[in-house]
């Protein structure tokens, strides 16, 4: 494969690979890495499809956010982890769809861009839209059927099935009196194919939220053509493989310290009960308290709290458990008074957090606390990916 295509490729896909990189690993030089490899392993064999390119990139960035994260969780607390991903690889695949759809929106003619964004994006309703460009309705929605087909470069269902225009309408939004309702309903490549499209019209409606495409800095496709130049990349580390040597490590290492522990724990139980003693806050100083489960795994514990008096009168919530923070969210916590809107009490960014309770709220004695995980999207309100959930009495 000559350098001229892979400048070529690096000219029209080197943008869309670097801003997904740059999103899911929010630092510049990962993602100038994850550029260099992604195109020395397609000079090497691989595609310079855009839509292949930056499917290299999302596996590779899985696997590194999955790495990093694993490596800062052994970090804070030597979890014992298994070969289940911590990360959610899905959000990285959603981007990258994104992405994907405003290259190709950016390359439609701008009339019918214009005319999706407004229908699509911004909810014009589409007699609305008719009247602003003079034009009948169903010429209007032809219109955004043809620019939807445009965009969407998935398989078309053969003859004697449904005509792909009706497909495309009905995942418009538009009736079609075609009589293949029936069809589609019993034919698994229409539906596959109505999925598709439909799917695309959700992700043009999302596009304006992935923001804009952040080109390479300029030196980076002299380094790319040095990586190039020298070979296919070494092969990517599989993390399930590393994350099942870690786990194989840890048992032999917890092995050997339960067997030094139980020589030593005679010595050490007085010694703990005396310190237990002065240094852990009596019972009686809690107003309430609750075990927090984790509702996404049948209500396995997922820490506590519990609720002390101020030195000003107020109540203090003391949160611990293990807590650490994502690479691509944060956990909010959240006091649910017994008849009331969620009220946000800040970031847990580590396994211990102390917050006091707002005036508005009263009392936590009875209330429920949530602890949930918040994409950094701006938006004030509970994303409803509760992690951890308990009722404080």
């Given amino acids: 494969m000559i350098v001229t295509d892979i400048e070529d490729a690096y000219r029209e896909s080197g943008a869309l690979v670097h801003t997904l990189a740059l999103r899911a690993l929010g630092s510049v030089e990962e993602a100038e890495d994850v550029v260099r490899r992604v195109f020395a392993s397609a000079a090497a064999g691989g595609s310079l499809e855009s839509r292949d390119l930056v499917n290299d990139a999302v596996d590779r960035i899985t696997g590194d956010l999955e790495r990093r994260v694993r490596a800062k969780l052994a970090a804070l ?4 982890l298994g070969v289940d991903g911590v990360t959610d690889d899905r959000a990285v695949v959603a981007e ?28 014009v309703p589409r007699y609305e839209l008719a009247m602003s460009l003079g034009v009948s309705e169903e010429e209007l929605e032809a219109r955004l059927r043809d620019a939807l087909l445009a965009l ?7 003859e004697g099935h449904a005509p792909v225009e009706g497909l495309a309408s009905r995942a418009l939004g538009i009736r079609v009196a075609d009589g293949g309702q029936q069809h589609i309903a019993s034919c698994r490549d229409c539906r596959d194919a109505w999925r ?12 304006p939220a992935s923001g804009p495409m952040v080109a ?3 030196g980076l496709w002299d380094e790319v053509r040095d990586a190039v130049d020298a070979g296919p990349p070494a092969p990517e580390a599989d993390w399930r493989e590393e994350a099942r040597r870690d786990a194989a490590r840890a048992h032999r290492n917890r092995t050997l310290v339960m067997s030094v522990a139980l020589v030593a724990a005679s010595v050490f139980a007085g010694l703990a009960v005396v310190l237990s003693q002065m240094l852990v806050e009596p019972e009686g100083d809690a107003i309430a308290r609750t075990r927090l489960e984790d509702p996404r795994a049948g209500g396995s514990e997922a820490g506590a709290a519990r609720v002390l008096a101020g030195a000003d009168g107020g109540e203090v919530i003391v949160v611990d458990g293990p807590y650490a923070e994502y690479p691509d969210a ?34 936590a004695v009875g209330a429920t606390l949530e602890i949930s995980r918040e994409p950094w999207d701006g938006d004030p309100e ?5 992690v951890a959930r308990g009722t404080l009495r």
Avoid: C, F, K, M
């Fill in 382 to 386: 509970p994303s409803g990916d509760v």
């Fill in 216 to 218: 390479p800095r300029a």
């Fill in 96 to 123: 990258a769809d994104r992405i994907l759809v405003r290259a190709s929106l950016d390359r439609l003619d701008p009339a019918e861009r214009d005319l999706l964004d407004r229908a699509l994006v911004h909810g």
């Fill in 77 to 80: 607390d030597d979890p014992a």
């Fill in 330 to 363: 944060y956990l909010e916590l959240w006091i649910i008074p017994a008849s009331g809107e969620p009220v946000a009490l800040g970031q847990l960014t580590s396994g211990r957090y102390e917050v006091a309770v707002p005036a508005s709220v009263g009392t």
């Fill in 196 to 207: 598709s499209l439909n799917n695309l019209v959700g992700s043009i409606a999302r596009t």
């Fill in 152 to 158: 969407w470069h998935g398989p078309v269902p053969g």
